[in-house]
């Protein structure tokens, strides 16, 4: 990989790592309700339907604040990969990953055959 496709990649990584700490943030703002408010139980006696939207609604922003952190996790891997020298290789069989790839997922540690193999099992 050339030192321009390098960069460019990286300053992808560096946007989405930035982005996806705001979105953590406003999730965790978002979230930071009582337990009482998550279970749907409150003092109003809400109609069982209202409280199961609610309920719904927290486990939702759970999952999407879940989802947040492990691709953040992902690109602070891909940028400690980047200052190691190891990135585009892939991590389980050490072939080049493919530039498109990469453009298209830039936190990508598995070449597409590897992570076919991996999605098959």
């Given amino acids: 990989m050339d030192a321009k496709a390098l960069a460019e990649i990286t300053d992808a990584l560096l946007a989405e790592r930035a982005r996806l700490a705001h979105e953590i943030t406003d999730l965790e703002r978002d979230s930071s309700v009582s337990q009482s408010d998550t279970s749907g139980e409150n003092a109003y006696r809400d109609h069982m339907a209202d409280q199961g939207t609610a309920t719904f609604g927290k486990e939702l922003d759970m999952t999407l604040e879940g989802?947040?952190?492990?691709?953040?996790?992902?690109?602070?891997?891909?940028?400690?990969?980047?200052?190691?020298?190891?990135?585009?290789?892939?991590?389980?069989?050490?072939?080049?990953?493919?530039?498109?790839?990469?453009?298209?997922?830039?936190?990508?540690?598995?070449?597409?055959?590897?992570?076919?193999?991996?999605?098959?099992?």
């Fill in 67 to 121: 989802n947040a952190r492990e691709l953040y996790e992902a690109v602070l891997a891909a940028l400690a990969r980047v200052d190691k020298g190891g990135f585009g290789t892939c991590v389980r069989c050490g072939a080049e990953i493919n530039m498109d790839r990469l453009r298209a997922m830039p936190a990508a540690e598995l070449c597409i055959s590897c992570k076919e193999w991996e999605e098959s099992r």
